[in-house]
């Protein structure tokens, strides 16, 4: 019985062998013929790969008892490896040394590029007809848009202002132009190109932004200001402290004319966030001043009186009325406050409002009522025994003046400022404010 088992054995020993070697080989190596695995097959094996592959030409193989050695030159470090991958997978090898080296000889190096050149410029030229053909058509999608755009309808009439419509104009150039690299792109077969374009475009366009946030800012704010309107050319209004006549409003900037007649220029961005007096959307404006009485006066009369004098003169308006009233108390006097109201509409505020003080001013003193400069009480102390003060004469008091006979009031404009803000309309760029836009 144990002769039969031991002879079993001895026959299955060539089986399980053969299933180690098999095990033991690595995937995806290059078979050799079962009745070849020498030293000399190893090698006519891997002159026959390098034989089939570019770049090889000059490698040399030896092999001993499984040993390959590798000789040569090659055309650049990549090609070395590549070697060292080729010949491990084939069936026996046990080890490698590569003793090949990198080309150094010039004409060698540049023949391959020389080749790829080649080979591109034929394909190049192979490629123009299809090309020209992506270039006509980007053309002509290009010109459509530009034909479409420069078409004052329907652009002026959807617009609110000429700044939108060119606006608008540019979009559309835009668009369709985007649309025929797009079509050029597919026509090309590299649609995959425009992924990579947009990308890159995007990333720019962030950069950009940033590096630019003001004049962005800027620009949008014209758009928004020339939507909205909030004053008109010739307005006389204030902005974060700047008070002048409007000249323009640029698609970066907002010009005003001051009344000394300096140009002042705001940045849109900060007219737009800013609170904006306008004095001539109104054309009623009041005016007000304060004037100082002795305060043994008759505040009554006073009263009375200046409001009667308001009353009288022509440039002040009956509706909304003028008024007179008790502001404050003083050291030496009594301050009343007068207001009126004027349009500005053929007269000039400031004007008319200097008149009304001079008038207002000239019918108290003629009616005897002073305007009293401060007064201070200096008290005196003396040691010594000195004589008695002789008694003070009296004081006539001040007879009041006859009421002055007045003469025509001038508050008519200044059209010299009319004339400059109209000069500096024509300067520089385009205004973006409009008569018939509506305003806000």
Known sequence: MFAVLLAALLCLQPLVLAAQDTAGQPEGTIAVTPDA????????????????????????????????TLGGTVLDGAAQERL?????????????????????DLGARLAPVAQRFRDRLFQLVAFLPLLAVALVVAALIGWLGNVIARMRQPWDRIAANP?????????????????????????LGATALLGTFLGAAGIIGIALGFAVRDTVENFIASVMLSLRQPFRPNDLVEIEGSTGRVISLTSRATTLLSLDGNHIRIPNATVFKAVITNYTRNPERRF?????????????????????????????LTSPAPAVWVDNVGDSNVVMRFSGWVTQVGA?????????IRI?????????????????????EQID?????????PVEEPKPKPAPELPPSEIKPDKALDKMVEAGKHEGERNLLSESAPRE
């Open 37 to 68: 695995r020498t030293d000399q097959a190893i090698r006519e094996r891997i002159e026959d790969i390098l034989s089939g592959l570019d770049g090889y030409s000059d490698v040399t193989v030896s092999v001993d008892a499984g040993i390959v």
């Open 84 to 104: 060292d991958r080729l010949v491990s997978r084939v069936d026996g090898v046990v080890e490698i040394q590569n003793d090949v080296r990198e080309n150094t």
């Open 163 to 187: 700044f939108i419509a060119e606006i608008l104009r540019t979009a559309i150039r835009l668009g369709f132009w985007v649309a025929a690299i797009v079509v050029a792109l597919d026509i």
């Open 288 to 316: 007000i001043f304060d004037l100082g009485v002795d305060a043994g006066s008759d505040l009554n009369a006073v009263r009375e009186l200046g409001l009667k004098t308001l009353q009288s003169l022509d440039f002040v």
């Open 348 to 356: 000039e505020f400031n004007k008319a409002r200097g008149e009304a």
């Open 360 to 380: 207002v001013k000239e019918m108290l003193e003629s009616e005897g009522y002073g305007l009293p400069e401060p007064i201070y009480r200096v008290r005196m």
């Open 385 to 393: 025994e000195a004589p008695p003060h002789p008694a003070p004469e």
